[in-house]
């Protein structure tokens, strides 16, 4: 069973940033793809950000040029970095490897 340690998260002003660190328990393996979803209030579950263990990267349109996925040295941990916040971001967080293993979550509030 693979789990995934988040951390990250908060509370924070618009135009602030913040970032996010997601671990997998397994490290006989590299996963191909990993990444970041999210959650606001009465709404679906959204993509944020995906990477690949090639380093190639997809971003949600609304997030494109102020949040940065990476992933060092292709191992099994991924970061967001989040700048140039919004209220929309509000959400809660969630890492997932290979569209299957999600993390427990990790909520989001920008507001002034």
């Known amino acids: 069973q693979v789990q995934l340690v988040e951390s990250g998260g908060g509370s924070v002003q618009p135009g602030g940033s913040l970032r996010f660190s997601c671990a997998a328990s397994v490290t006989f393996v590299s996963f191909h793809f990993m990444g970041w979803y999210r959650q606001a209030p009465g709404k679906e579950r959204e993509l944020v950000a995906t990477?690949?263990?090639?380093?190639?990267?997809n971003y949600a349109d609304s997030v494109k040029s102020r949040f940065t996925i990476y992933r060092p040295n292709a191992n099994n941990a991924v970061y967001l970095q989040m700048n140039s916040l919004k209220p929309e971001d509000t959400a809660v967080y969630y890492c997932n490897v290979q569209g299957t293993y999600w993390g427990k979550g990790t909520l989001v509030t920008v507001s002034s």
């Open positions: 990477i690949t263990r090639g380093g190639s990267t």
